[in-house]
């Protein structure tokens, strides 16, 4: 018996093949992974809503105009000056904290603030209100969210590295790859509710 | 001198067997990265703001994008733009637009799912606003400003 061997298959052409598919992917493909600065609407409140009352010092107003230019607290500030503005506003601590489920949280013990009396009382009672015209740039609005988001950054970095030695960006980033970890957890809400972001968009002027 | 030149030497041929194989990683790279674009715009490139507090979205099929920009067309006028899916829309079409979004993915995931507004830097505040009290209208309370991370932005 004559043993036969298997003829070999051509595979001359398997390279052409490929490079055929690899073009089609290399011009359909886009690389770029969608980010952004992300932001929580409020819900709609119902029709009989009555507004709680906030104290003028516990509301921090930034008003950008149509010639995109910026009026914090009734005074022009250029866009440099927004975080240091920001965070020494969050950071006063001049007096209680708001009460949460009848249990006052009390003073702010972690604040390096002034603690004026004429400034924020609790880094949970300080609200950011940005107002803008209608006629505002989108990238002057996103320059100030992201300003106002730095000094958060900044007060809560400043907070993990205190009390834990990391910095939360770390913290954050640790839990994301480790969600089983009660501890972190608990690290990265306690320092999430330490300072909390409370930037309300109010309804653009026309 | 002709006695050495009579000699021609063949060159040899570059052994090209391991060409399908590179080729093949190539390949298998782009096709594991490659995301297609679903929709073709009608409204010109964004030009995305920069910002440094940027984050990642993931779970791509929980995204829906809106667009905002000025219309490639220029018979549709050079005001602000919105565009859903790949036809141009108003303000009013974001609700159904949402639903519809809603609709693609199970129950349990609705919660999770986030709108992604990528808005040229010109666009006014305005518009922006129109399409927020429509999401808060129809729930849709996640929200992602798209824009590209910096390391810093000129102030």
Redesign the interface.
């Known amino acids: 018996m004559a043993r036969r061997e298997t003829p070999e298959i051509n595979a001359g052409s398997m390279a052409d093949i490929a490079f055929l598919l690899l073009i089609f992917f290399l011009v359909t493909t886009t690389m770029d992974v969608d980010s952004g600065i992300s932001k929580k609407l409020s819900e709609k409140p119902p029709k009989d809503y009555v507004p709680p009352v906030i104290k003028e010092k516990n509301i921090f107003e930034v008003n950008i105009n149509r010639n995109n230019e910026m009026l914090v607290e009734g005074e022009t500030m250029k866009l440099g000056k927004l975080k240091e503005a920001a965070i020494k506003f969050i950071d006063n601590g001049g007096g209680e904290g708001k009460i949460e489920d009848g249990v006052s949280t009390g003073p702010c013990d972690y604040c390096k603030g002034a603690r004026s009396a004429s400034s924020s009382d609790h880094p949970n009672k300080a609200i950011i209100s940005v107002q803008s015209d209608r006629l505002t740039e989108y990238g002057m609005y996103i320059k100030v969210q992201n300003e106002l988001l730095r000094a958060y950054t900044e007060l809560r970095n400043r907070l993990a590295l205190e009390k834990y030695n990391v910095s939360y960006d770390q913290l954050e980033e640790d839990y994301k790859n480790d969600q089983k970890n009660e501890d972190l957890k608990k690290k990265v809400e306690f320092v999430k509710n330490s300072y909390p972001q409370i930037i309300s968009d109010a309804e653009p002027t026309s | 001198m002709s006695k050495f030149g009579k000699k021609k030497k063949e060159m040899p041929a570059v052994n090209?067997a391991s060409?399908?194989d590179i080729?093949?990683m190539?390949?298998f790279f782009?096709?594991v990265?490659?995301?297609?674009?679903e929709t073709d715009l009608k409204i010109e490139n964004p030009v995305l703001?920069n910002?440094?507090?940027?984050?990642?979205?993931e779970h791509?099929s929980l995204?829906s994008?809106i667009y905002?920009g000025k219309a490639k067309d220029k018979k549709l006028g050079s005001g602000d733009k919105i565009q859903l899916n790949d036809k141009i829309a108003t303000p009013n079409d974001v609700t159904a637009f949402i639903l519809n979004e809603r609709s693609k993915v199970s129950e349990a995931e609705v919660p999770f799912m986030?709108t992604?507004?990528k808005?040229?830097?010109?666009?006014?505040?305005?518009t922006?606003?129109d399409i927020?009290l429509k999401?808060?209208?129809v729930?849709?309370?996640?929200?992602?400003?798209?824009?590209?991370?910096s390391a810093e932005?000129q102030?």
């Open positions: 090209t060409l399908p080729v093949f190539l390949l782009f096709m990265t490659t995301t297609m674009r703001p910002a440094t507090e940027v984050k990642k979205l791509k995204v994008t905002v986030t992604s507004i808005a040229d830097i010109k666009s006014s505040v305005g922006i606003t927020k999401l808060r209208d729930g849709a309370l996640k929200l992602s400003l798209s824009s590209r991370k932005i102030q």
